[in-house]
């Protein structure tokens, strides 16, 4: 049993404790893909597919090339290290804690746009619905259910996410139904087949598919959520992992089945209205004004578990830090009922939502991509470092899982980084430099048994 204390300081919770273990591998399967949203395709369709020029399909496709090598990282360093942390405590295991510090850091970014991105995403489409509502107000109707979901335990989460997981789906099916049904009345049934759903000889080229590339990145960030909820798990840490690559396998089929039909009904990616809400009026030209509202009231509920399971997983990598005493304990503590990270969950709603009124998106797209992939990066290290040259397993099998696919993960994540928006890569590199100071600020105050003089 875990011994705590708590005290309350202006709704604050002052516990220690364990996070308390529910979650079973099925869970951990439905967190992830909630995370990852099997209608986020639908919100990214627009940026993606004019950043793309109509390659939004060979854009996830590559992608998705990455997110395997990285996935299998993941699942290697949860069986061996099951802790919250995830990626910093993969980092801090395998290479030093000062780089896991940088790396978490950087993942961090990731995990602090996230429920701004969701939130806000989700605000936009429904605004579509409800224009005469305020975006502050709107952006509070789904902000406070996420964080008080969070709040209140992972068990009462994981219950949401399988009902959202189950709308998501449904709204899916119809959207690809009714694409179907109207490719086929317009072309008959080679329709559904054509090229023009994959590639524009016009437009293609290798850089412009890196470049969407960077964008179906976002849908696929997720998968790795699934390992920082280790400790809420009653599974072992291989199976931990194993739901991570589960999660990235599934989602990918809905996703390119998703922009796949929607490149072939609306091929000219000119021509939308709004980039930010493309595919209402995709739904809208194959199933009318009803298909769109049921798809966009979908997309923007499903906001609210995906940014629920962002916020968790983000309150995750906050409180593995605060408990290894490299941010302050403040975000270490846990609720002394719910056995909660309450202190982490509120300060993320709060930064959630007035991010969330004053970034502009493309701007969190752009931050977001960065922090994931040196996150991504780290882990892939990672792998190297602590099996191939620690352990030295290098023979037969071991060549590839800790030598080649690391190492293909790394430069891929490392290419995609390269060819990302500049005004992303300047902000999250300095994002990544004031990291660096904190670790260096840390380092500097530190007492001679190890202890921060901020604690």
Same mark, same amino acid.
């Given at each position: 049993?875990?011994?705590?204390?708590?005290?309350?300081?202006?709704?604050?919770?002052?516990?220690?404790?364990?996070?308390?273990?529910?979650?079973?591998?099925?869970?951990?399967?439905?967190?992830?893909?909630?995370?990852?949203?099997?209608?986020?395709?639908?919100?990214?369709?627009?940026?993606?597919?004019?950043?793309?020029?109509?390659?939004?399909?060979?854009?996830?496709?590559?992608?998705?090339?990455?997110?395997?090598?990285?996935?299998?990282?993941?699942?290697?360093?949860?069986?061996?290290?099951?802790?919250?942390?995830?990626?910093?405590?993969?980092?801090?295991?395998?290479?030093?804690?000062?780089?896991?510090?940088?790396?978490?850091?950087?993942?961090?970014? /990731?995990?602090?746009?996230?429920?701004?991105?969701?939130?806000?995403? #989700?605000?936009?489409?429904?605004?579509?619905?409800?224009?005469?509502?305020?975006?502050?107000?709107?952006?509070?109707?789904?902000?406070?259910?996420?964080?008080?979901?969070?709040?209140?335990?992972?068990?009462?989460?994981?219950?949401?996410?399988?009902?959202?997981?189950?709308?998501?789906?449904?709204?899916?099916?119809?959207?690809?139904?009714?694409?179907?049904?109207? !490719?086929?009345?317009?072309?008959?049934?080679?329709?559904?087949?054509?090229?023009?759903?994959?590639?524009?000889?016009?437009?293609?080229?290798?850089?412009?598919?890196?470049?969407?590339?960077?964008?179906?990145?976002?849908?696929?960030?997720?998968? /790795?959520?699934? =390992? =920082?909820?280790?400790?809420?798990?009653?599974?072992?840490?291989?199976?931990?992992?194993?739901?991570?690559?589960?999660?990235?396998?599934?989602?990918?089929?809905?996703?390119?089945?998703?922009?796949?039909?929607?490149?072939?009904?609306?091929?000219?990616?000119?021509?939308?209205?709004?980039? /930010?809400?493309?595919?209402?009026?995709?739904?809208?030209?194959?199933?009318?004004?009803?298909?769109? =509202?049921?798809?966009?009231?979908?997309?923007?509920?499903?906001?609210?578990?995906?940014?629920?399971?962002?916020?968790?997983?983000?309150?995750? $990598?906050?409180?593995?830090?605060?408990?290894?005493?490299?941010?302050?304990?403040?975000?270490?503590?846990?609720?002394?009922?719910?056995?909660?990270?309450?202190?982490?969950?509120?300060?993320?709603?709060?930064?959630?939502?007035?991010?969330?009124?004053?970034?502009?998106? /493309?701007?969190?797209? #752009?931050?977001?991509?960065?922090?994931?992939?040196?996150?991504?990066?780290?882990?892939?290290?990672?792998?190297?470092?602590?099996?191939?040259?620690?352990?030295?397993?290098?023979?037969?099998?071991?060549?590839?899982?800790?030598? !080649?696919?690391?190492?293909?993960?790394?430069?891929?994540?490392?290419?995609?980084?390269?060819?990302?928006?500049? !005004?992303?890569?300047?902000?999250?590199?300095?994002?990544?430099?004031?990291? $660096?100071?904190?670790?260096?600020?840390?380092?500097?105050?530190?007492?001679?048994?190890?202890?921060?003089?901020?604690?």
């Amino acid at each position: 049993k875990a011994i705590s204390t708590t005290k309350s300081i202006f709704g604050f919770s002052k516990s220690t404790g364990e996070l308390k273990k529910v979650l079973k591998t099925r869970d951990l399967v439905i967190f992830g893909l909630v995370f990852m949203a099997p209608v986020s395709a639908q919100t990214l369709f627009g940026e993606l597919s004019v950043l793309s020029q109509g390659h939004a399909v060979l854009s996830y496709l590559f992608a998705l090339v990455a997110m395997l090598f990285t996935a299998s990282s993941y699942g290697i360093m949860a069986g061996q290290y099951p802790k919250a942390g995830s990626t910093y405590n993969y980092t801090s295991q395998a290479i030093h804690p000062n780089v896991g510090f940088v790396a978490g850091w950087a993942i961090l970014l /990731d995990y602090l746009m996230m429920p701004i991105l969701l939130t806000k995403l #989700s605000a936009i489409f429904m605004l579509e619905l409800l224009p005469f509502v305020p975006f502050w107000l709107m952006l509070l109707a789904f902000l406070i259910p996420i964080t008080l979901f969070n709040y209140f335990g992972t068990k009462l989460t994981a219950r949401v996410n399988i009902f959202m997981m189950l709308a998501m789906l449904f709204s899916l099916i119809l959207f690809i139904g009714f694409a179907i049904k109207s !490719l086929v009345s317009e072309g008959g049934l080679g329709a559904i087949f054509a090229l023009k759903g994959i590639v524009h000889s016009e437009t293609f080229s290798t850089n412009v598919v890196v470049a969407g590339a960077s964008i179906a990145v976002l849908s696929y960030l997720g998968f /790795d959520a699934v =390992t =920082t909820m280790a400790e809420d798990s009653r599974v072992s840490g291989k199976m931990v992992g194993t739901a991570a690559v589960t999660c990235l396998l599934f989602a990918s089929v809905f996703y390119i089945g998703q922009v796949y039909f929607a490149t072939l009904v609306m091929p000219d990616f000119t021509s939308y209205a709004s980039q /930010d809400t493309a595919f209402f009026e995709i739904a809208i030209a194959v199933g009318g004004s009803a298909l769109a =509202t049921v798809c966009t009231l979908i997309i923007a509920i499903s906001g609210i578990s995906t940014g629920l399971a962002g916020q968790s997983a983000g309150s995750r $990598i906050l409180y593995g830090m605060g408990r290894d005493k490299v941010l302050p304990k403040f975000f270490a503590n846990l609720h002394e009922k719910y056995k909660t990270p309450s202190n982490s969950i509120i300060i993320l709603a709060i930064l959630g939502y007035f991010g969330a009124l004053l970034l502009p998106l /493309d701007l969190i797209f #752009s931050i977001m991509v960065f922090g994931a992939l040196i996150g991504f990066i780290c882990v892939n290290l990672s792998v190297i470092v602590e099996f191939f040259f620690k352990r030295k397993k290098r023979q037969g099998k071991h060549l590839f899982l800790y030598l !080649l696919f690391p190492l293909l993960g790394t430069m891929i994540c490392a290419y995609i980084m390269i060819n990302m928006d500049l !005004l992303g890569l300047i902000v999250g590199t300095c994002w990544v430099l004031l990291g $660096i100071v904190v670790l260096i600020v840390r380092l500097k105050y530190m007492k001679i048994d190890g202890e921060m003089n901020w604690y």
